[in-house]
């Protein structure tokens, strides 16, 4: 059973334009949502993080969105540059002692056109 | 430079050829964790430590091994490969797990098993 969902296995947008990321979760339990970042070859990296008493978190270019009663989260990246081109998988924890243990979405790929 | 290494970075071997791949971190971080990424299905847990001799199963624990002998190192062990276990495998580490502190991963491993 996936408990963070990302429905859209992809998604294309233009350069200088508003690039909007979704992710769906089914565990009420979760209480702190992240977003990691994955370029080819590479580790995943981490991009943003929001807790669940906050329903925004801003960093440059990057805004996370968090609607708990929704249990949806999504992340902007504005504006979209072609070095954002990477696939992005969100994830979430539990807290208390298990901040560490991530459960991740499906991933979407990005791809920013110039 | 903070990383987290993995070794090998690639692998073809055959079904029943036990293998290890290495993790190592330099952060002196406690938490350690190994994933596999497959199509489809995001990144999934295999096994996490929280400390040294500390270890636990993740959410897809069959069919592998790990130990936790030193801090900085968390080896992932196959004792009989199958081809199922052909994915793409992710070491992460993390300051420890009461912190909503940034998760490192290494570079990825890719198995191959036939």
């Known amino acids: 059973d996936q408990q963070v969902k990302q429905n859209s296995p992809s998604l294309s947008v233009q350069e200088g334009r508003i690039s909007i990321l979704n992710c769906d979760y089914t565990n009420s339990m979760f209480d702190y949502f992240l977003w990691y970042k994955k370029y080819p070859a590479e580790g995943p990296t981490f991009l943003i993080s929001i807790s669940s008493i906050k329903d925004k978190n801003e960093d440059g270019r990057f805004t996370v969105f968090l609607n708990k009663s929704a249990k949806h989260l999504s992340l902007h990246i504005v504006p979209s540059q072609p070095g954002d081109s990477a696939v992005y998988f969100c994830?979430?924890?539990?807290?208390?002692?298990?901040?560490?243990?991530?459960?991740f979405g499906q991933g979407t790929i990005l791809t920013v056109h110039p | 430079e903070a990383q987290v290494t993995q070794n090998p970075r690639y692998l073809i071997t055959v079904t029943g050829k036990k293998l290890t791949v290495t993790c190592s971190q330099n952060m002196n971080h406690e938490y350690m964790s190994w994933y596999r990424q497959d199509p489809g299905l995001g990144l999934r847990q295999i096994y996490y430590?929280?400390?040294?001799?500390?270890?636990d199963k993740g959410d897809v624990p069959e069919g592998y091994k790990v130990s936790r002998k030193e801090k900085r190192n968390f080896p992932l062990i196959l004792e009989s490969p199958s081809p199922n276990q052909t994915s793409l495998y992710f070491c992460a580490s993390q300051h420890n797990l009461f912190v909503t502190d940034t998760q490192y991963f290494g570079p990825g491993t890719r198995l191959t098993v036939l």
């Open positions: 430590s929280m400390n040294v001799e500390v270890t």
């Open positions: 994830a979430a924890s539990a807290g208390g002692t298990s901040y560490g243990k991530l459960t």
